[in-house]
T-cell receptor, first 115, second 112 residues
C-alpha cells in the first residue's frame, strides 16, 4: 500500500508570491492534516480536513489556507509569501477523525524556501 | 492537550537498551500517551501508544508509571537507524481532531 505522497518535494519562491502544495493520503484514509516544521518553532499544526471540511485550525494567519477534494486529496496554499514561511510542510493522513488512539501517517514533506 | 517534558538530547551505544523518559504531570484520565519519532530528512512516524498498562510492539515498549505522571519509551537494542528525534504526545480520547502537539522532543544519538 502506497504511503502519503507530497508534491512537489522542493520549491523555491520569492517574497510576495503564492504557493500551492499537494498531498495524497494513503488509500482509504479520509482525514488529512498539515504541519509546518521550522528549526525555531518545531512542528506546528496548521489544519485538518475530513470529508472536504476543515475540522481544526492551528494558530496561523489567514494567508495559510487549505482544502480537501472528494477523493481525500488535499492542497494547502500560502499567499503573499514571507521569508519566515520557509519551512518543511508535512502532510499526514488518518483513517477517520481522531480519537485518542488513532495514529497519523506522515508524508516526506515539501521543503519550501522563500527568497 | 496537557503538556509533556522531555530531555533535549540523549546518547546511547549501538545494541544497548535506551530508555527515553517523558513527564506529563498534568495528564488527565482520558489522555493517551503517544510516541512518534522523526528520522533525519523524513516525516514523523508513529511508534507506540498506551493509556494505563505497559505496551509492547515490534518497534518498542512503553512503560507507564502507576500514577501516569510519567512514561518511558524503551528501545530494547538501539541501532544506528534509531537515531532520531522522539516525541512524547498526549492525546485526549475524546478529541475530535488530529492536531498533534509535538513539543521539542528528545534527540537520540546512537554511536557505534
Amino acid at each position: 500500500k502506497a504511503g502519503v505522497t507530497q508534491t512537489p518535494r522542493y520549491l523555491i519562491k520569492t517574497r510576495g508570491q503564492q504557493v500551492t502544495l499537494s498531498c495524497s493520503p494513503i488509500s482509504g484514509h479520509r482525514s488529512v492534516s498539515w504541519y509546518q516544521q521550522t528549526p525555531g518553532q518545531g512542528l506546528q499544526f496548521l489544519f485538518e480536513y475530513f470529508s472536504e471540511t476543515q475540522r481544526n485550525k492551528g494558530n496561523f494567519p489567514g494567508r495559510f489556507s487549505g482544502r480537501q477534494f472528494s477523493n481525500s486529496r488535499s492542497e494547502m496554499n500560502v499567499s503573499t509569501l514571507e521569508l519566515g514561511d520557509s519551512a518543511l510542510y508535512l502532510c499526514a493522513s488518518s483513517l477517520a477523525p481522531g480519537s485518542g488512539t488513532n495514529e497519523q501517517f506522515f508524508g516526506p514533506g515539501t521543503r519550501l524556501t522563500v527568497l | 492537550d496537557a503538556k509533556t517534558t522531555q530531555p533535549n538530547s540523549m546518547e546511547s551505544n549501538e545494541e544497548e537498551p535506551v530508555h527515553l523518559p517523558c513527564n506529563h504531570s498534568t495528564i488527565s484520565g482520558t489522555d493517551y500517551i503517544h510516541w512518534y519519532r522523526q528520522l533525519p530528512s523524513q516525516g514523523p512516524e508513529y511508534v507506540i501508544h498506551g493509556l494505563t498498562s505497559n505496551v509492547n510492539n515490534r518497534m518498542a515498549s512503553l512503560a507507564i508509571a502507576e500514577d501516569r505522571k510519567s512514561s518511558t519509551l524503551i528501545l530494547h537494542r538501539a541501532t544506528l537507524r534509531d537515531a532520531a528525534v522522539y516525541y512524547c504526545i498526549l492525546r485526549d480520547s475524546g478529541s475530535t481532531g488530529y492536531a498533534l502537539n509535538f513539543g521539542k522532543g528528545t534527540s537520540l544519538l546512537v554511536t557505534p
